[in-house]
């Protein structure tokens, strides 16, 4: 059983920084990749920035090229993965999901329950 725990979310205003945390469990597992993606009010969820157990990155384009600076990165020690945004703006304001793949469950994708990210104007 995997079980996958995000933290760090909360309330900023717009030009402020959050980073936010992820967990999973499952010491037996390999993590094929992590990835943080988000879901605004009304849209599909949409992928923020995601990183194999490599340490390759992979950033959404509407993340790439933007004010807003995010980072990703990864403990494959402790199976954690944070993402540090910086420069918020509101169109931010999402709940946050951590997923995790198991490469030994065929690649199965486990998430996080969310943590969410609204950014004041």
């Known amino acids: 059983q995997v079980h996958v725990v995000e933290s760090g979310g909360g309330l900023v205003q717009a030009g402020g920084s959050l980073r936010l945390s992820c967990a999973a469990s499952?010491?037996?597992?390999?993590?094929?990749?992590m990835g943080w993606w988000r879901q605004a009010p009304g849209k599909q969820r949409e992928l923020v920035a995601s990183?194999?157990?490599?340490?390759?990155?992979?950033?959404?384009d509407s993340v790439k090229g933007r004010s807003t600076i995010s980072t990703i990165s990864r403990d494959n020690g402790k199976a954690t993965v944070d993402l540090q945004m910086n420069s918020l703006k509101p169109e931010d304001t999402a709940v946050y999901y951590c997923?995790?793949?198991?490469?030994?469950?065929?690649?199965?994708?486990?998430w996080g329950q969310g943590t969410q990210v609204t950014v004041s104007s």
């Open positions: 499952g010491s037996m597992f390999t993590f094929s990749a």
């Open positions: 990183i194999t157990r490599g340490g390759v990155t992979n950033y959404a």
């Open positions: 997923n995790a793949v198991v490469r030994e469950l065929g690649n199965y994708v486990y």
